[in-house]
């Protein structure tokens, strides 16, 4: 089968190898002049890990990444809210984003993956998908794959009326070498009314770092933020953040603000199909983002070596158009929660935090579970009080190494 992946990003690559080695005559293409991720670091659970199985790609995964154990969450005074501590047995690795691409692109054939290639349209309701490039002259395939990320040309196509909705947050993201954590197998975050502050150690005495401050969408206060700025807005924060600032080299620091994508009714168009990013964006509240686009690429894949075309899209479409809406929406909900700047409410919610017994954050989210994969997260189970209104939540969920 001739299929075609759009987008040279986690979810774009993994599949891509994961078909090439089914024997299918597979093209990535990437709109950039070269295949490079944004973002600091990222982390890999056992969702991902476990449907992988045996795979190289796994181990490989194993190898390059530090293995947490654990969570810890602080007041912005260090004063500990809540720990949580991963199930023994499972793994959770976080790694930079660019050595993720850099491992995955290894198990992609040589010369498939076509850079400077702009896919300007997809026109989705001929019998076969057909591709319109900037540069380059059209194609046809027998199946089209949108991995494009967040602003996806392929989902307008599928989907014009898709919205991407801004979180009401910015976020700074870094990497430090160096770091001299003390403890390399736990992260640590620190929830303050200025703001979230998160530290997680990679291999090799690194670390990567992140940042997230209420703000409005491209709001001007923050465009020209560098490093003296984070300094100073974050100096009364415990010393932990105040030396990895200092650590932090002048250039280096990415600034996003953050969105999420209203939850599509469906992944799928004749021969056409979404996945990651392009298919439900979500905050990286859940440290979800890569790990469920890798999953979508590894049951799309074996979907498609278990049926015939149609059924295998219909079956793809059913496992993950459900399960992701849970992981957009929960994701929203946590960062909600973390994101509070009220002082009240900030107080409320901290004083729930500590009181609540560590059985409710410590264990695995049911809903992965209904896919027999393990993950670190803690649920929280509190009612916080807003300034004219009383707001239930059921139920929060985080993982630990989060995917800033």
Known sequence: MKVAVIGAGIGGLTVAALLQEQGHDVKVFERKTDIKEVGAGIGIGDNVL???????????????????????IYSDKGDLLTSAKLKEGTLNVTLSRQSLIELISSYVKPNTVFTDYE???VDVQSELPMLHFSKHASQTFDLCIGADGIHSIVRKALFPDSKVIYQGYTCFRGMIDEADIMNQYTADEYWGRRGRVGIVPLINNQAYWFITINANEKDPKYVSFEKPHLQAYFNHYPNQVRALLDKQSETGIIKNDLYDLKPLTSFVHRRTVLLGDAAHAMTPNMGQGAGQAMEDAIVLANCIA???????LQRYNKLRVKHTKKVIKRSRKVGNIAQKDNKLVVALRNAIMKRMPKRFFSGQTKFLYKTKELDLFFSLKMCLFFKKSVVSVKSISVTVGRGF
């Not at 476990?50 to 530090?66: E, S, V």
């Not at 278990?306 to 295998?312: N, P």
């Open 119 to 121: 896919v300007t349209k």
């Open 50 to 72: 476990k449907k992988l199985g045996n795979h190289d790609l796994a181990k490989g995964i194993k190898n390059a990444g530090q293995n947490l154990k654990s969570l810890n």
């Open 306 to 312: 278990s049926y015939d075309l149609e059924k295998a």
